[in-house]
């Protein structure tokens, strides 16, 4: 379904509200024409051993990004048991607590120059086999079209999240302008 771009809306916050404000304000979001839909995902980037998040929510015509308490998980000593459980299950967590409808991992290449790592795999398989959370890999084909056609509306310093998050932004975004 193609969405129509209507407007910005940019919503100022207080500043004591975790200090994310910019000098124009945080970006909570644009408008776009849909009905009455609701959905709440957290785009993801796999890099190394790292789990790098963005949440991102889609209601009443209107994304946003909410705060979140955490926005890199990281798998330390993959070759334990006791660790793989620990990340799967603060991922878990995390998706119950902020209540995450889906995971969207960006996909990363399994050969060639710049395949993933093996410790990136189980990442991904880790999170795929949360039983309370549907997980969905988005090929970069996929997003590039959907980028091409509705692309980002705003810049991404203006959003407020950190520059090592604007891939799982990208992510996040690309599958909600489905």
Same mark, same amino acid.
Request: net charge positive; glycine share 6%; aromatic share 12%.
């Given at each position: 379904m193609q969405h129509d771009l209507l407007r910005f809306y940019i919503r100022r916050k207080a500043a004591k509200n975790l200090g994310r404000l910019s000098a124009h304000g945080i970006m909570t979001g644009y408008c776009v024409q849909t009905g009455g839909f609701t959905m709440r995902i957290c785009g993801v980037d796999i890099t190394g051993n790292d789990a790098i998040l963005c949440l991102m929510e889609f209601k009443d015509g209107l994304m946003s990004l909410p705060d979140c308490r955490t926005v890199r998980v990281q798998l330390v000593k993959d070759q334990e048991l006791e660790n793989m459980? +620990?990340?799967?299950?603060?991922?878990? +967590?995390?998706?119950?607590? $902020?209540k995450i409808?889906?995971?969207?991992?960006?996909?990363?290449?399994? !050969?060639?120059?710049?395949?993933?790592? %093996?410790?990136?795999?189980? /990442?991904?398989?880790?999170?795929?086999? &949360?039983? #309370?959370?549907? *997980?969905? &890999?988005? #090929?970069?084909?996929?997003?590039?079209?959907?980028?091409?056609? =509705?692309? &980002?509306?705003?810049?991404? +310093?203006? *959003?407020?999240? !950190?520059?090592?998050?604007?891939?799982?932004? *990208? #992510? %996040? $975004? %690309?599958?909600? /302008? =489905?």
């Open positions: 459980r +620990k990340f799967q299950f603060a991922m878990a +967590k995390l998706a119950e607590d $902020y409808e889906k995971f969207v991992i960006r996909e990363r290449a399994q !050969k060639g120059k710049f395949s993933g790592s %093996a410790v990136g795999f189980k /990442i991904e398989a880790a999170l795929q086999l &949360i039983p #309370t959370v549907d *997980t969905v &890999i988005a #090929t970069n084909a996929a997003m590039k079209l959907k980028l091409a056609a =509705n692309p &980002i509306p705003i810049d991404f +310093k203006e *959003t407020g999240l !950190k520059g090592f998050q604007e891939v799982a932004f *990208t #992510t %996040a $975004y %690309a599958y909600l /302008i =489905n």
